[in-house]
């Protein structure tokens, strides 16, 4: 992997991947809902769908056309920390990519009309995801789990905020946030790395800075705990869910990947052997969330043994910090092994290089995965896993009585 710095501060990332007959193109940018106040909740992610209502250069619907019949895909996503934008493309006309994307992030048309269209569509997404159960309890967690970082309001916003939205909102929040000092390119796939650092450096050709919002608040206590369930007519079996707040996402993340592995990768995973294999379980998951204002880790079960299924749970956690130190080497094979696979994939490999170069501002979260794998040792192991012992929040998702 190739890193540039151009001279306005934003950074280029150049991942020659001959194996590969495709160029994925992603432009990452620290700008998610975190960055939000209480007035704007959902502009970030309202900021996205008006990027795609055309640039200086291209009418709405122009770009998609031309990926379209590049044969490729185009999209973007919100999230908490981060917002980013993606072209994937055959290798023979990969570089396009890099132009398009200039156009639909660097120059965008904020207008009120483009604004007034959208706040339709967007509106609907939140009444929609009003309406799903899983989307309202995963929201609820977070909110119980959260008291300073942002990470307690949707991603979505709120419809009384969306509705006021006008040009001037957008505009705001772009010109602070979407500087190139907050920005990276990621290139990854089979091309000519010259030229492509050539097509970066002619469109993306930035020379703005912005005067960012006040930096969001970390989170100051990892002490959790606390009880809450929620019902809905579409749930038809319980969800548990049980979440413990951690320290902002590092390079010591390696060791919550381990813990994802033993709890949850494969059959021979402790969640596996002890609760779904029994039949106390439809569906376990563990997940650690990686979040630069503080990081969790949640456990999630599907069962309508509520009871018996939680209890074995705790029981189990509560062991985790004691297992064998050839338990913990197992774990780190399978996430070695499942890393190693998921690598193949020149999306998902210019997603981790994004996401490590511009959000956590560290190349080596990515590049380095494998050498701190390989250094994690099960003394730290046990010391930083200690948390499941401690009391979680805990959440339940429940049928409505009828």
């Not at 290139?187 to 050709?205: C, M, P, R, S, W």
């Not at 590092?250 to 021979?268: A, T």
Request: proline share 5%; net charge negative; glycine share 6%.
């Amino acid at each position: 992997m190739r890193k540039f710095a151009l001279s306005s501060g934003l950074k280029v990332y150049l991942k020659k991947r001959e194996d590969l007959n495709s160029v994925s193109v992603n432009v990452w940018v620290k700008a998610g809902a975190s960055y939000e106040s209480d007035e704007n909740r959902g502009v970030a992610h309202f900021l996205e769908h008006v990027l795609f209502c055309g640039s200086s250069k291209y009418s709405q619907g122009e770009i998609d056309r031309i990926v379209e019949e590049l044969g490729g895909e185009l999209n973007a996503a919100t999230s908490y920390d981060y917002t980013y934008y993606y072209i994937n493309l055959p290798s023979t006309a990969g570089l396009r990519a890099v132009e398009l994307l200039s156009q639909l992030v660097c120059h965008p048309l904020i207008t009120d009309e483009a604004v007034e269209k959208e706040k339709p569509i967007v509106l609907e997404e939140i009444a929609r995801s009003r309406d799903n159960p899983q989307e309202i309890f995963a929201e609820r967690f977070m909110e119980e789990l959260y008291r300073d970082a942002p990470y307690r309001y949707p991603i979505l916003g709120f419809a009384q905020t969306v509705e006021k939205f006008t040009a001037k909102t957008l505009l705001d929040f772009y010109s602070s946030l979407y500087t190139p000092e907050r920005m990276a390119v990621v290139i990854v796939g089979n091309f000519n790395e010259n030229e492509a650092l050539k097509e970066v450096e002619e469109h993306f050709n930035l020379n703005r800075k912005g005067a960012p919002p006040p930096a969001p608040p970390v989170e100051s206590s990892l002490k959790g705990g606390g009880y809450f369930e929620i019902s809905h007519p579409a749930v038809s079996v319980p969800y548990v869910s049980l979440g413990w707040k951690l320290p902002p996402c590092s390079r010591k993340d390696v060791y919550y990947e381990i813990l994802d592995s033993l709890l949850s990768s494969g059959r021979s995973s402790l969640l596996y052997r002890h609760l779904r294999e029994r039949g106390l379980v439809y569906g376990a998951y563990a997940n650690y969330q990686n979040l630069l204002l503080g990081s969790n880790y949640s456990v999630l079960l599907i069962t309508d043994r509520v009871d018996e299924a939680l209890r074995e749970l705790r029981e189990l956690l509560s062991q985790v910090p004691s297992i064998t130190k050839e338990e913990f080497e197992f774990a780190k094979s399978k996430l070695f092994k499942g890393e190693l696979f998921g690598r193949e994939s020149g999306e998902a490999e210019a997603d981790a290089i994004g996401f490590a170069g511009a959000i956590v501002e560290d190349d080596g979260y990515y590049a380095d995965f494998f050498k701190d794998l390989q250094e994690a040792t099960y003394g730290e192991f046990i010391e930083r896993v200690n948390f499941l012992t401690e009391e979680p929040t805990v959440g339940l998702l429940l049928p409505q009585a009828t």
